[in-house]
Structures are given as structure tokens and as C-alpha cells.
């Protein structure tokens, strides 16, 4: 299947083309020109599947044979080697745990598939140099990215972080791995860091150097596994007869990759209702749905950091996936939260539905309590666990937070961080000199 760029549609591509360069070269990103509609009764038969069965089926449907089976079905299984749990909370919420991979937050699945597609590619391609993942993160991206290409052959990854700006378990998720790991503490903001991976990618010199790619939700590989989320929850509700008509999901959003995901779960047949946005004071998407104009602002810090997003990233695929405005905002409804909001709903929810909600997840729980109408059905993405911002947590409800083991092994690793200055000539030195020539730094 082709691959076309949301910029000029006459532009199109492989997958291979699509995964290995990210963006397409006039910018835009690439969206599948014929995405098959799944057959009624495989959807009900979801429900008797396990979450890998169902996952790789829908990958095939998806991919169109564009990976050989018997490498997608070793990549499907790979990547979700984890439980997705739906719960049922004591007042009746339905939450979907996006959180129990590797790093706790619900990238892992975005970014481990797209670790072993590109593995494949690579297995491919001998003659390939080595591949230097860029990522600018304010926490959850950096990680997931890092230990999805931990220790993978023919790949270093570049983690850029705001000094000061990410928190300690979330930090350490990413410096505490070392080998093919680097992570950059930049004295800047999180734009900065952003702005620093945006100007290698557009610099001739580095290019020509060095085979950069950018594992960031801007590639169609992180997209696609975030489809069978939503599938994944329908199932399990049909598995418990639950009516599902009128199905609602509430999406934490950020550069609204995992919305594009069900926008586009929902084109291959999946009964959705509608969905609901759900930012933080970073209110890019939502202000759009309420004016009609995309304006980019410079992000604010909040609770919730892995919402911090001035400019939406995926806001192309999104009005690629509907056509516009109109459509958008009958298939999605907006909100947006600022902190003190963010901590309300997470002591109400803790009082009142016995649930502990992270930052992340507060925001979509609270925008169904706003948004569901009598008779639906309402599944909120919960996409980090709350342990991962400990500190703030057990501040806001005034208990202990446990740290699971999986986090606990990182927090008490050695950490390997490289500090630099706030400037594209540092980064691109380091780069070009490599990060074993510039001795890492240890740090308490
Ligand atoms: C990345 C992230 C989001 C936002 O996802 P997008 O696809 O960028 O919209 C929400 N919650 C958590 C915990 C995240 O890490």
C-alpha cells in the first residue's frame, strides 16, 4: 500500500519509506491511502481473542502484506508482551491501563513496534549506517524511546531534556541505561530542546555525516500499534456484554498521536461514537475545535508534562483523517484543564471512585464526567501510572505512593547524563564527535 503526504497527496511512499524517514520531504506526514475496513464478524470475534491474536490480526489488515506475517507476528507479540487490564472502578468507570509496559506509560507500545520494524528494515539493509535516533522529551517519550532501542545493534539514541523540567524516576528511566543511550541535559526550555533536534535534522553537514531519524508520533510505525488500544477495549467490553452502541472514548492528547490512532481505528470499522480531546493548560487542539483556527503557542510547564505540547505534531493527520473543521468537531468534542482542576479530580476520584489517577489520566476521566450523555458508554485512556510522578502524587493525596519494581530498578541505576549548553553548535559538536569521545558524566 502506498502512503501519502498530508502536505501534497500527490506525494506518496512505501512503508518502508514512510517508517525509516518519519516525515515526508515536503513536511508533511504520511497517512495510508486505503486503509482496509475490517469484516463485521472479525470484530465480533475479537472478543475471543487474546490481546496479541488480535493485535497481529489487525496489523495484517492494516499493513496489507507489506511485512511478511511471520516477521509482524514476531513484532506484534514482541511489542505487547504486557497486560492492557480494563477496569471497572467502584463507581462504574471504565478505565483502559495503558501503563504496565517497560516504562510505565503508554508509549511503550508506540515506540517498541516502531524499535522492531526498523530493526527488520535494517536487518534488510547491510549497507545501512548506523541510525542516530534524535528525541527532544519532557519525560514519557524520552524514556519509552530509550528502552525500546536499548542495546539494539546499529542504533544510538539521543535523549534531549529541559534542565530542571523532568522529573527524578522519569529522568532516570532514560539516563540510567548508558551503552547506546546518551541523555543530554540542555540548560533550556523544552521548545529548546525541540528546536535543537528540528535544526539537525534540516542541517546538510550533519545529514551528510550521520543517517538521523526522528522516533517522535510524527511516524506512521508509532500510529498504527496505538490502534489496538481501542479495539482492545471494545473487545473486552463485548467479552462482558456490555452494550457497546454508543462507545465513547476520552483521550489525554499532546501532539494527539494516540487520537490519530483511534480516528483511525474508527476508519477501519471500529464503532466509535465520538472521542474527547483532553489537553492541559496547553489548550492548542481545543482552541481550534472552538475557533477553527491552528495557532501554535509557546508551551507552558504543568502537572501533567507529557501534555505539554505548544504545537501539536499530529494536527495534520488529524484533519487528514476528518477533512475538516466541521467534521472534526462533530466526531470529537474538546476540553481542557489547568493544574488546580488536574488535582481536584484526581483527590475526587480517589475519595470517590477508589481509582488513583496520574496527572495524565485525570484530565480524560474528568472530561467524561462532563461530556457522557445517558446511555453511553465511556472508556477513559489512562496513560501513566501514577507512581511515575511520585513526589506530586503523594502531595496531592497525602499518602504514600508505592514505586512499582519495574520503576524501582531504574531509580536505582547509575546515572549517565551529558550536560550541554543551550546552542545548536554544542549539540551538533557532540553529535558529530560522538558521545564516547566527550566523557559522561556521573550524577548523585
Ligand atoms: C505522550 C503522552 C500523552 C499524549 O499522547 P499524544 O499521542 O502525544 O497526544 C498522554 N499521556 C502520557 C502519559 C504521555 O506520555
Not at 482496509?36 to 489488515?61: C, D, G, V
Request: glycine residues 6%; proline residues 6%; neutral net charge.
Amino acid at each position: 500500500m502506498r502512503y501519502y503526504s498530508t502536505s501534497n497527496p500527490q506525494h506518496t511512499a512505501t512503508l518502508e519509506q514512510a517508517v525509516t524517514t518519519g516525515l515526508a520531504p515536503d513536511g508533511g506526514l504520511y497517512l495510508p491511502e486505503d486503509l482496509p475496513r475490517l469484516p463485521k464478524a472479525f470484530l465480533h470475534n475479537m472478543s475471543q481473542m487474546t490481546m496479541q491474536e488480535m493485535a497481529y490480526a489487525i496489523a495484517a489488515y492494516a499493513l496489507k502484506g507489506d511485512v511478511p506475517t511471520d516477521v509482524l507476528h514476531d513484532i506484534v507479540f514482541d511489542a505487547l508482551d504486557f497486560e492492557i487490564p480494563l477496569v471497572k472502578t467502584a463507581k462504574g468507570n471504565y478505565i483502559l491501563e495503558l501503563f504496565h509496559g517497560p516504562t510505565m506509560a503508554f508509549k511503550d507500545v508506540g515506540t517498541r513496534f516502531m524499535a522492531r520494524l526498523l530493526k527488520y528494515y535494517r536487518m534488510r539493509h547491510p549497507e545501512w549506517r548506523t541510525l542516530n535516533v534524535l528525541v527532544p522529551t519532557s519525560g514519557d517519550t524520552g524514556s519509552a524511546v530509550a528502552n525500546s532501542f536499548w542495546k539494539m545493534p546499529g542504533v544510538n539514541v539521543y535523549v534531549l531534556y529541559p534542565r530542571g523540567a523532568v522529573g527524578v524516576i522519569q529522568r532516570s528511566q532514560f539516563a540510567s541505561l548508558g551503552g547506546n543511550v546518551t541523555a543530554i541535559e540542555v540548560n533550556g526550555s523544552f521548545d529548546d530542546c525541540k528546536t535543537l533536534v528540528e535544526r539537525a535534522f534540516m542541517d546538510e553537514d550533519l545529514n551528510y555525516n550521520m543517517r538521523l531519524t526522528s522516533a517522535m508520533s510524527i511516524n506512521y510505525a508509532r500510529i498504527i500499534p496505538q490502534m489496538f488500544y481501542y479495539f482492545w477495549a471494545y473487545a473486552q467490553l463485548v467479552k462482558q456484554q456490555v452494550k457497546t452502541d454508543n462507545l465513547v472514548f476520552a483521550v489525554p492528547c499532546s501532539n494527539l498521536g494516540n487520537l490519530a490512532s483511534g480516528l483511525l481505528a474508527q476508519q477501519m470499522g471500529l464503532p466509535v461514537k465520538r472521542f474527547v480531546s483532553v489537553e492541559n493548560q496547553n489548550n492548542i487542539f481545543y482552541n481550534y475545535v472552538k475557533t477553527g483556527v491552528f495557532t501554535p503557542k509557546p508551551t507552558q510547564y504543568s502537572i501533567a508534562p507529557a501534555l505539554d505540547a505548544g504545537c501539536p505534531n499530529n494536527f495534520e493527520r488529524v484533519l487528514g483523517l476528518m477533512g475538516n473543521h466541521k467534521n472534526i468537531c462533530r466526531n470529537i468534542h474538546a476540553y481542557s484543564y489547568n493544574d488546580t482542576q488536574i488535582i481536584e479530580t484526581i483527590k475526587q476520584a480517589y475519595r470517590d471512585d477508589n481509582y488513583l489517577l496520574d496527572p495524565h489520566s485525570a484530565v480524560a476521566y474528568r472530561a467524561l464526567q462532563e461530556d457522557l450523555q445517558p446511555g453511553e458508554i465511556g472508556v477513559t485512556l489512562a496513560t501513566a501510572h501514577p507512581a511515575k510522578l511520585k513526589t506530586l502524587m503523594e502531595r496531592i493525596i497525602d499518602e504514600p505512593v508505592p514505586l512499582p519494581d519495574k520503576l524501582k530498578k531504574f531509580v536505582n541505576g547509575e546515572m549517565h547524563i551529558v550536560k550541554m549548553p543551550n546552542g545548536f553548535t554544542a549539540f551538533k559538536r557532540l553529535l558529530l564527535e560522538g558521545h564516547l569521545a566527550i566523557p559522561a558524566q556521573s550524577f548523585a
